[in-house]
């Protein structure tokens, strides 16, 4: 083991206190992510000549869609014995700043969120539900980024101990308040899973807003959805093999509950890619700038 080269994680979640409120790097980072995602939005609504005043219940819809699925998501798939099993555990479902948001929960209600935003407000504008999740993959890409960036600040959600040299000891998980070492095995270097994760989140969110900048014009609808599906829940899977279990039950099962929620996503992926070539319907939409552009001169032929 390469000692001089492990980092030492000592990072305080919280950045500042006044009073009773407290600000962490966890919120500021998942704020930050919602932020993104509303000027990326802005970019395609102006692209597509989407009329920007969509934006405003678009971001409610995400943000409400994204902290009451993801919460339910942990209560219901992580812990349900607790927040289903005494009327005190129940009330915590309400109170998600303390902790416990599962990403498959906010998946399956963005998905939910996403086809009922469009069903209210895209047929005027050619946006379909298919079209919503296009779009709302690339944004989402960066924001999981951030969010497992929070997570390391908070040094949750990590790795099994490991001899690689970037291994990461999360030294606040081993002492207690007073200052006493509990948990000597955290002084061990982990894998950081957060790093792993958030690195994935954000080289495919570059690749796929790279993919839409210049490839708009040559891209079928569910394209961009279905490689964020396969590709996200594809390295969730693979990764969460060198995770620690998140809940005891975990420690008995060959596959982690982790792994094995994101199985049916992965497969979804696949079948909107392959919706994609079957349909071949453009991803933009009939009023994309690129093509309002070169309607008059196919007018005139």
């Known amino acids: 083991m390469i000692e001089l080269l492990v980092v030492k994680w000592n990072v305080n979640p919280a950045i500042l206190h006044l009073g009773n409120f407290e600000l962490r790097w966890y919120s500021l980072l998942f704020i930050s992510g919602f932020i993104l995602g509303w000027y990326i939005f802005r970019w395609f609504f102006r692209r597509e000549s989407v009329p920007e005043k969509l934006l405003d219940p678009l971001l ?10 993801a919460r339910l998501g942990h209560c219901i798939f992580y812990q349900p014995d607790y927040y289903f099993g005494s009327w005190e555990g129940f009330k915590e479902i309400f109170m998600p700043w303390k902790g416990g948001l ?6 399956i209600a963005l998905l939910l969120a996403m086809w009922w935003y469009a069903r209210k407000y895209g ?20 924001a999981a980024c951030f969010i497992r960036l929070g997570n390391l600040f908070n040094s949750e959600i990590y790795g099994r101990v490991t001899d690689l040299p970037w291994g990461f000891a999360f030294l606040r998980n081993a002492y207690d308040a007073a200052g006493n070492l509990i948990y000597p095995d955290e002084l061990l270097p982990h894998h950081p899973t957060q790093l792993y994760e958030a690195f994935t989140y954000l080289l495919l969110g570059v690749c796929l807003i790279l993919l839409y900048k210049y490839g708009l014009k040559k891209t079928w609808r569910g394209t961009y959805i279905g490689i964020f599906l396969i590709v ?16 005891e039950f975990e420690t008995s099962m060959t596959l982690n509950m982790g792994q094995w929620l994101s199985i049916p996503f992965v497969l979804l ?5 392959i919706y994609a070539f079957v349909k071949k319907r453009p991803a933009a939409t009939r009023q994309t700038k690129f093509e309002a552009a070169v309607l008059p001169q196919n007018a005139k032929k």
């Open 60 to 69: 409610y819809t995400l943000l409400i869609a994204t902290i009451v699925g």
């Open 102 to 107: 599962a990403s498959h929960g906010g998946t």
């Open 123 to 142: 047929k005027p504008h050619d946006i379909d539900f298919v079209w919503m999740l296009d779009h709302l993959a690339i944004a989402v890409a960066f």
């Open 232 to 247: 996200c829940f594809g390295a969730r899977f693979l990764i969460e093999f060198i995770k620690n279990p998140q809940v």
């Open 269 to 273: 992926g696949i079948g909107l890619l």
